[in-house]
């Protein structure tokens, strides 16, 4: 079945599955706290409405062009096999209508934001694409993959003021960080299958135990580096506040994972996450809120 025979909601759900519209939760927050940074406060609905375009059609972009790119993996992992397009909910065509779509958006929201957005959409398109590549020939994926993430924040603050300012590239480098923790966690799952493939991730060539490790070495590292980012910023103790309660649960998550058990890794992969960012942000906010008042 293919989604020209559905209508409606079951239509609509195919293609949020497809790009994992949920996990946009992951870098939107943080592309909030570099719009907030950036602007001061509230840079305007316009602005804002921008920016939340672009970061959308940019992921979008992504998952679509990883679901290309990866139809015949998937096909053959058990673990994503019933993905859109292996399973026959989409067809390669359908997906590259969509991604294509996804880039003009994308580009054009760049191009009413500022000169500086614009020029260097390309440049984002560039990573958040090319991570999808990656797995093919390094282990470390994870951390472009957290590159293309960490943009997101930077790219806000473009977005916001038409330049860039150094006061940001630690919350870059910080989620990065995070992002590959996480992701590092996530092909625990894979590691036997990346081996029989050829293909490339932490797990496969360090092996669960040691890539438990790197992984702990970069959430420990986001967490420095998104200090050190509020030092910068002149964020105020409920900002520092909020990377001490992220701290905690990063050290949960990593509690939660073992070499030989991994029956806890959606919840450390999906539910933990979304709350460091959604917290990250809420406590700037507040910090923000309370030092201008």
């Known amino acids: 079945m293919t989604t020209q025979s559905l209508r409606?909601?079951?239509?609509?759900?195919?293609?949020l599955e497809m790009i994992k519209f949920e996990?946009?939760?992951f870098a939107l927050p943080f592309a909030m706290l570099g719009m907030l940074w950036a602007a001061d406060g509230w840079p305007g609905w316009r602005t804002f409405g921008l920016i939340l375009v672009a970061m959308v059609s940019c992921r979008s972009a992504a998952m679509a062009f990883n679901r290309i790119l990866d139809r015949d993996i998937d096909a053959k992992n058990p673990r994503t096999k019933m993905r859109a397009i292996p399973a026959g909910l989409l067809q390669p065509r359908q997906v590259n209508v969509f991604f294509y779509g996804s880039c003009a958006i994308f580009v054009g929201a760049a191009a009413l934001l500022n000169p500086l957005a614009l020029a260097l959409s390309p440049v984002a398109l560039l990573f958040t694409l090319g991570y999808s590549a990656t797995?093919?020939?390094?282990?470390?994926?994870?951390?472009?993959?957290?590159?293309?993430l960490g943009i997101a924040p930077a790219a806000a603050w473009i977005a916001t003021t038409?330049?860039?300012?150094?006061?940001?590239?630690p919350v870059t480098f910080g989620v990065m960080a995070w992002t590959a923790g996480f992701d590092i966690i996530y092909a625990l799952q894979d590691e036997e299958f990346d081996r029989t493939e050829g293909l490339?991730?932490?797990?496969?060539?360090?092996?669960?135990?040691?890539?438990?490790?790197?992984?702990r070495l970069a959430?420990?590292?986001?967490v420095g580096l998104l200090a050190w980012a509020g030092s910068l910023a002149g964020a105020g103790v409920?900002?520092?506040?909020?990377?001490?309660?992220?701290?905690?649960?990063?050290?949960?998550?990593?509690?939660?994972?073992?070499?030989?058990?991994?029956?806890?890794?959606n919840?450390?992969?999906?539910?933990?996450?979304?709350?460091?960012?959604?917290?990250?942000?809420?406590?700037?906010?507040?910090?923000?809120f309370l030092r201008t008042r």
């Open 8 to 15: 409606g909601w079951p239509a609509f759900r195919v293609y």
């Open 23 to 25: 996990h946009s939760i």
């Open 135 to 148: 797995k093919r020939f390094t282990p470390l994926c994870h951390f472009v993959l957290g590159f293309s």
């Open 162 to 169: 038409g330049a860039l300012h150094p006061a940001i590239l």
């Open 200 to 215: 490339r991730s932490l797990p496969e060539t360090l092996g669960k135990a040691r890539a438990l490790v790197v992984s």
């Open 219 to 222: 959430h420990f590292a986001a």
């Open 238 to 265: 409920v900002y520092f506040a909020g990377v001490a309660v992220a701290a905690g649960i990063l050290v949960y998550e990593q509690s939660l994972v073992k070499p030989d058990d991994l029956s806890r890794v």
């Open 267 to 288: 919840l450390a992969f999906f539910t933990l996450n979304g709350f460091v960012s959604i917290l990250v942000f809420l406590f700037a906010w507040a910090d923000w």
